[in-house]
């Protein structure tokens, strides 16, 4: 709403003047309106302007200069030409408006080709490698496995941790709540594991952004603001990181990539652990986590069985297992281990 009364304000100024000063000798009313379409066409321009890429943006500024500087050397030498004193300004007004605008889309055009952030590292001296950066948010500190994925190596770059998430998981950590006292300093002792391995890059940044109340929020303008992508396994944060054109490593999908592919037919041994939801069946769990519901198992809760595997069910929590008992262990038979659990 700021810029659209700073832009009538704009065209009312320069008709203003216009129809004061009445340049060319015009009319009041048409030196105004002239001054308005004026005002009205370097609107246009500054809209188009702000649509450009930095890239292009640099890219164009940089080939209009080029061309005007070779529009001045060019008109040099149409001065010293003999012609006559109309036609030789008309020669160098054409020859400095068309290396002008020719420099000015063909910079535009190649803008893609620069590289802004290396620009900016000979002035700030900051490190070229801001774009590997990863930033951690507090869900997957507490979690964990991120130090795990950063120690084998999978993550490369900086892992960087802003001061405001530092004060959430304080926050946490001092909670009246044990399970939430117990989860913020498990968030504490993973990020000083980290610090501690000389393999992993560890960076406290005091980046803050006090016009926005929300952590998620600050994460996301600072991921923009590092070119860097966001390491989190919250469900809402990746979905708004995804409308704000931020990149998003999750966790969850990462487990969920690296879950053994299960087929229909194949054999296993799951040990039943409670009742399910349906008449007479077992569930169990695999090392991984995923359920695995079986067909009359109901009263072999507490004991492992062999199962044949009927289908599999991908769903937005995760995977789940159908299977049925096989004949040797409806039978009363020991269970044989099943090819998962030979490959472990």
Sequence with gaps: MDLIVLRF???????????????????????????????????????????????????????????????????????????????????????????????????????????????????????????????????VIIDGRIADIAEAGFIDGTMVVPEFVLRELQVVADSTDSSKRQRGRRGLDMLQRMQSNTRVMVQIVPDDFPSIREVDLKLLELAKKWEAKVVTNDFNLNKVAHLHHVEVLNINDLANALKPVVLPGEHMTVLILKEGKEYNQGVGYLDDGTMVVVDHARKLIGKPVEISVTSVLQTASGKMIFGKLDDGTKNGDSPRPGPLEMAR
């Design 9 to 139: 304000l704009f065209v009312a100024l320069l008709a203003g003047v216009c129809y004061f000063l009445r340049p060319f000798g015009l009319n009041e009313w048409i030196s105004a309106g002239g001054g308005a379409a004026a005002a009205a066409g370097v609107i246009i321009v500054e809209i188009r302007v702000r649509a450009l890429t930095l890239r292009r943006l640099i890219g164009a500024v940089a080939g209009s200069v080029l061309g005007i500087f070779g529009a001045a050397l060019f008109c040099l030498v149409l001065r010293s030409a003999p012609l006559p004193g109309g036609t030789s300004a008309v020669l160098q007004i054409f020859v400095l408006l068309l290396m002008t605008y020719v420099g000015l889309l063909v910079g535009a055009s190649k803008g893609d080709l620069l590289n802004p952030a290396a620009l900016g590292t000979i002035f700030t001296g900051d490190k070229p490698t801001r774009r590997s950066a990863k930033v951690l948010d507090t869900s």
